[in-house]
């Protein structure tokens, strides 16, 4: 089962994270580079490489969080399995391996199985509360044979 994406709310975050992490590129760049055309090698504490490994950071992060929108619109609710990308290929992990889920004040849901972990975000979906029902009604239904994994807030 897939949601549908909440695009207004992903495209706002990418939209401030985007232009936040632009605006400290271009604050560190342009700074140095004015000092640099006045002849001065050293601009604030800050050399060229030093400047271009802060852009490349910039630059990464934001990757980085592209990369995390991806992932949440490809993660799937299976009967039998949550599935998301990764880096290293699809994570998988079965209902029935659950072992905790960690909520981080409503907004993040971390579902734990050994050492796997697939990070939620409801609020990336146009129906978070939807997310959250199946996530705990799925973890409920496949714990039918052992224990309850716990659901925590952080």
Do not use: K
């Not at 090698?41 to 630059?59: E, K, M, Y």
Request: net charge positive; aromatic share 14%; proline share 6%.
């Amino acid at each position: 089962m897939t949601f549908r994406l909440n695009w207004p709310y992903v495209i706002a975050c990418v939209v401030i994270c985007g232009s936040s992490l632009a605006f400290m590129g271009y604050v560190v760049t342009s700074q140095t580079y004015r000092d640099w055309t006045q002849g001065y090698t050293r601009a604030h504490g800050f050399t060229w490489p030093g400047v271009a490994a802060l852009d490349l950071a910039f630059i990464l992060t934001f990757v980085a969080l592209v990369w995390h929108v991806y992932c949440i619109a490809r993660t799937r609710f299976g009967p039998e399995h949550l599935s998301q990308p990764g880096l290293f290929g699809v994570r998988i992990i079965a209902w029935s391996d659950v072992r905790r889920v960690t909520v981080f004040n409503g907004v993040g849901y971390h579902v734990h199985a050994g050492r796997r972990r697939i990070i939620l975000t409801p609020f990336a979906y146009a129906q978070p509360g939807a997310v959250v029902t199946l996530l705990a009604d799925e973890v409920r239904r496949h714990a039918a044979q052992g224990p309850v994994p716990p659901i925590r807030s952080v």
